[in-house]
């Protein structure tokens, strides 16, 4: 037969087509996730922006005020990367600047959560526990005054 399969070759092509339930990776939001890969931490901090998202922070403000009607996000991004390449290193330099104060503020609070994730401890635990100690000995003086109430009754 010229152009057909056999059925040997369609049942290999059926068999590499089919999916594989059992083994197949477990998934997020239809999304394989990797098996060396550890969950995202909450409490890390994020990156800082860039001078480009420092500057898109203001000019986005601007843009939306001078066109209002206007709706897309792809506008606000290509008027911003205009501006930017337009831009001299002059007009640039005070949202490098605070890009900069970012940076060194992340770098800081990147050392501290280091410092906490090898002590093995996190900021919300601390936080929870030091709640709960006022909260405790809120507890503890009112059980205190309550039982004086109790026996000034009998």
Not at 61 to 67: G, I
Not at 76 to 95: I, L
Not at 105 to 113: C, P, R, T
């Amino acid at each position: 037969m010229k152009g057909g399969k056999s059925k040997a070759e369609s049942k290999r092509a059926d068999a590499k087509l089919a999916v594989n339930k059992k083994g197949a990776p477990a998934t997020k939001a239809g999304r394989k996730v990797s098996k060396g890969k550890a969950a995202k931490d909450p409490n890390k901090p994020k990156r800082p922006a860039s001078a480009f998202f420092v500057f898109m922070e203001e000019f986005r403000k601007q843009f939306n005020k001078e066109n209002p009607d206007n709706k897309a996000v792809s506008a606000v991004g290509k008027a911003a990367g205009a501006k930017w390449k337009s831009m001299s290193d002059a007009e640039k330099a005070p949202y490098v600047a605070k890009a900069e104060k970012r940076k060194a503020d992340y770098e800081k609070n990147m050392k501290a959560y280091n410092k906490r994730q090898a002590e093995g401890t996190n900021a919300a635990d601390e936080e929870e526990s030091e709640k709960s100690v006022s909260e405790v000995n809120d507890e503890d003086e009112g059980d205190e005054e309550g039982s004086d109430e109790e026996e000034d009754d009998e």
